[in-house]
């Protein structure tokens, strides 16, 4: 099996990427920058990954990535703007070239990872542009498996890494909205499983699936479940969504902005897996968060001489 896969060197991306490898398929990973990917190489054998340019913005490297291949997995996807990088361009016009070019490529199977809270009529740029992005690749390819997964977690996550940092330099840690916002993490691995599991079963094709773990949380409880985790006592403190939008106003415009306008209109609604198809469709028994965290969140704790250790 020939697969390319989009956004490879990405927290999701070195997953599907390491099992692909493991399965003997022949990966080709499309990136924007071939050199930041090499650390993908060593997850298969001698010429078995080979990092390519393709943006997917380009047409032609996009259509030059595709070619010959039996599937294609588009994992790419950002948190905030910056640059030439805009949410529309991404998430719905870069979805659509993939699945499109796919397409025509006579492709056999197309994986788009999408976000639960996709809506084309999302108030949230990065959620309209997900949505837009799961309608344009229907078009293109209806045969197309869409998953949706929660926040995910793992050694390279954004989201407990983030935190566990902040919780090092600061003595309190915001809780915005109060802190009410529900998540269902999921574990990054069992997201890479959704994909092969959804790649090895024809019956996925053309199916959407919301991906969460087993607990439903507030974000005040995953950041009590963090710090307990590192050993630090933190003020939690109630921050409204007014006076967030006021900080987020002057925190985006930061090279790597820790919170945006955008990211609070997602948060001010719960981001938990609906009744439709999920992991147990697929036959995945979701891994529990209180299993993971120990095993990458422990370097943030006071008094760690190995603060520096390479969790890949």
């Not at 529900?182 to 959804?198: G, L, N």
């Not at 959407?208 to 995953?222: H, K, M, N, Q, R």
């Not at 306008?261 to 036959?283: I, Y």
Request: with cysteine; charged share 20%.
């Amino acid at each position: 099996m020939r697969a390319t896969v989009f956004g490879a060197s990405g927290f999701i991306g070195r997953y599907v990427v390491r099992r692909l490898a493991a399965e003997g398929a022949v990966v080709v990973a499309a990136v924007r920058h071939p050199d930041a990917a090499l650390f993908l190489k060593p997850m298969g054998n001698v010429g078995q990954i080979t990092p390519v340019r393709a943006p997917v913005g380009d047409d032609q490297a996009v259509a030059a990535a595709v070619a010959g291949s039996d599937v294609v997995i588009n994992l790419v996807g950002i948190l905030y703007e910056h640059g030439t990088q805009r949410f529309d361009a991404v998430q719905r016009d870069g979805a659509e070239r993939v699945a499109r070019l796919a397409k025509a490529a006579g492709v056999g199977r197309l994986i788009q990872m999408s976000a639960i809270g996709a809506d084309a009529a999302s108030k949230s740029d990065y959620g309209r542009s997900k949505g837009q992005g799961e309608q344009a690749v229907r078009a293109a390819f209806p045969e197309a498996t869409i998953l949706r997964p929660s926040i995910v977690f793992g050694a390279e996550d954004d989201f407990f890494n983030r935190f566990a940092a902040m919780a090092k330099l600061l003595p309190a840690l915001p809780l915005i909205g109060g802190g009410h916002t529900k998540f269902q993490p999921v574990y990054v691995d069992d997201v890479a499983e959704a994909v092969m599991r959804a790649l090895a079963d024809p019956a996925t094709a053309g199916r959407t699936y919301e991906l969460g773990g087993p607990g439903v949380y507030s974000f005040a409880d995953l950041m009590r479940m963090m710090l307990a985790q590192i050993g630090r006592r933190r003020c939690l403190v109630p921050v409204p969504f007014g006076i967030a939008r006021a900080q987020a106003w002057l925190l985006e415009k930061l090279p790597v902005p820790p919170l945006t306008r955008d990211q609070l209109r997602m948060l001010e609604q719960d981001n938990v897996a609906g009744a439709g198809p999920g992991l147990a469709d697929l036959r995945i028994r979701p891994t529990a968060l209180e299993a993971v965290l120990p095993t990458y969140l422990d370097r943030y704790r006071k008094g760690n001489i190995f603060p520096e250790r390479n969790y890949r």
